[in-house]
């Protein structure tokens, strides 16, 4: 007879809040560890073999304390959670879980979604430089927005640039319709999007109409020193060697640099090489520089983008030998 474990739950709303919306939650807990869970009487029976049943009752436990906290719980925390929990790692998922950066008192604060962005938001904290270098979904540019806000609102910071290279628009960029603005505004849109989803829209406004925050492409950094500030390159993988060089010497006194991409997407004419790519052996080992690396396993945007980026990984280890590269 396969043994049993009981958690006891306080509240009936909490089993609701915990086991999510059509039941999603359990149903993640009972397929990572091959167990099943009965909701009843304000308790949670777990049933299973006795190591899966011991970290599902950890799991379950854990959860709950995050909900007791006022906090919610998604999937990606339940899954974390799992991951972390099987690997014996759950003072972790508690340290994790306490992290936050708070961008607005209207707005929630940013929380990792794994070790990977924990230590990223570490390395950001102590470090006056950070790359950020790793596949789509991983929270690079997000991340880095919220530490600029945050940063800003502590007063730490006067003021945020953010910048990426409008590299697909190129020399071409005359040919589009309307004003300057009207042309590089498409590639400066994921940066407000972000920018949006953390601050009210009224304020942003309003921030960067007095130039509290600068949204521009990279090429309008050339010439200047950036002072009191809170940098963020987006799209790096897309900078030549000089504008990386132009950027990183733009950095004044009290200023902070995130600089994010993916080398394995860019864009530049065939023989340019990526600033991003170069940089990686240029300042390694520099004092005050850190490196944050990314892979398939911190995606966390929806499941099928990790196994996207896994699939792709797995093409291209395939078809580079033998494509001579």
Excluded: C, W
């Excluded at 504008?243 to 993916?262: E, P, Y």
């Amino acid at each position: 007879m396969q043994p049993e474990h009981k958690v006891s739950l306080s509240i009936g709303e909490e089993i609701q809040q915990l086991f999510g919306r059509k039941d999603e939650i359990r149903k993640l807990i009972e397929e990572a560890l091959q167990v099943k869970l009965v909701a009843r009487d304000g308790l949670v029976s777990i049933h299973g073999e006795a190591s899966a049943v011991a970290v599902g009752e950890q799991v379950v436990a854990e959860l709950i304390s995050v909900l007791t906290r006022g906090e919610r719980v998604t999937p990606q925390d339940v899954k974390l959670a799992l991951r972390l929990f099987i690997k014996q790692e759950k003072e972790e998922f508690r340290q994790i879980q306490g992290e936050s950066i708070e961008v607005s008192p209207k707005k929630r604060p940013v929380r990792p979604k794994g070790p990977g962005q924990r230590s990223y938001i570490e390395a950001v904290r102590q470090h006056d430089i950070v790359f950020a270098i790793g596949p789509a979904g991983t929270g690079k540019t997000y991340l880095a927005m919220a530490m600029a806000v945050s940063a800003l609102l502590r007063h730490e910071v006067n003021r945020i640039i953010l910048t990426r290279p409008a590299v697909e628009a190129g020399e071409k960029l005359g040919f589009l319709p309307g004003t300057l603005y009207d042309k590089i505004n498409p590639y400066l849109r994921p940066l407000y999007d972000a920018l949006y989803d953390m601050v009210e829209m009224e304020r942003v406004t309003r921030m960067i109409e007095m130039g509290t925050i600068e949204i521009a492409p990279l090429a309008f950094m050339r010439g200047r020193t950036l002072n009191d500030a809170f940098i963020v390159l987006d799209e790096a993988q897309n900078t030549t060697s000089e504008q990386m060089k132009m950027f990183l010497t733009r950095l004044g006194f009290g200023s902070k640099a995130v600089i994010t991409g993916d080398i394995t997407q860019v864009d530049l004419p065939t023989g340019r090489l990526s600033g991003l790519i170069e940089v990686q052996r240029i300042l390694k080992g520099v004092e005050g520089i850190n490196f944050a690396y990314f892979g398939e396993e911190d995606v966390v945007r929806h499941e099928l983008v990790q196994q996207i980026v896994r699939a792709y990984e797995a093409y291209q280890a395939a078809t580079l030998p033998a494509e001579g590269r």
